[in-house]
């Protein structure tokens, strides 16, 4: 499966953005689906992760602000985020595998990412 992220950008301090995965190949639906993101001088961290059977998991500083969700019939992952704050910024990336793992080194190839930049 390779997967490209997109949607990412420039928003002010309680601004919203969906950021889209999309993933080339077949099977999709059989896979965990999760996001993470990486801050500048800070390891590479789970933000919310979507198994095949649409069971959710969330980082504790995104919940209830940010949502996971996928699109089978399009082979398509989606965050969306909400109320963003500046701690929020980083390089956001899309992964997939047979389930959630929250250790960046158990997925073994990585995609370019998407910038999010919470500023006012």
Do not use: H
């Amino acid at each position: 499966v390779q997967l490209q992220a997109s949607g990412g950008g420039l928003v002010q301090p309680g601004g919203s953005l969906r950021l889209s995965c999309v993933a080339s190949g077949d099977y999709f639906g059989i896979y965990a689906m999760v996001w993470f993101r990486q801050a500048p001088g800070k390891q590479r961290e789970l933000v919310a992760g979507i198994t095949s059977d649409g069971s959710t998991e969330y980082v504790d500083s995104v919940k209830g602000r940010f949502t996971i969700s996928r699109d089978n019939a399009k082979n398509t992952l989606y965050l969306q985020m909400n109320s963003l704050k500046p701690e929020d910024t980083a390089v956001y990336y899309c992964n997939a595998g047979l389930q959630i793992a929250s250790n960046a080194d158990e997925y073994i190839k990585w995609g370019q990412g998407t910038l999010v930049t919470v500023s006012s």
